[in-house]
């Protein structure tokens, strides 16, 4: 992810003006090649990296999930990654193009 906190000023800004409005955002977490560091270490290093570097400062955050394959100690699972898809909920016409395997998410916070 790149220039994060511009890119979701917008969103963050909306969701202050609309505290009704619930959001949820699938990430991809994936496992640097050759990194054999425990998966908890991982997701918390994701946590803060989203936090500190991709979400507008002091603004309250969306429920993000992943799909903890690529984390996985195994090699088996390593190949999974979560590709972008977004799904609209409410009162705008709705859209649901969250088409993915994905084995039950986790939720990161």
């Not at 955002?25 to 936090?51: C, T, V, W």
Request: proline share 9%.
């Amino acid at each position: 992810m790149y220039q994060g906190k511009d890119i979701f000023a917008a969103l963050a800004n909306r969701m202050e003006a609309l505290p009704e409005l619930n959001v949820r955002m699938y990430l991809n977490i994936d496992r640097p090649h050759g990194d054999s560091s425990p998966s908890e270490l991982l997701l918390a290093k994701f946590q803060k990296r989203f936090r500190e570097n991709q979400w507008p400062e002091n603004m309250r955050l969306p429920e993000v999930f992943y799909d903890p394959r690529p984390l996985a100690d195994d090699d088996a699972s390593k190949s999974a990654c979560l590709h972008a898809k977004e799904a609209w909920e409410g009162e705008a016409t709705p859209l649901n193009m969250f088409s993915s395997t994905l084995p039950n998410p986790f939720l990161a916070w």
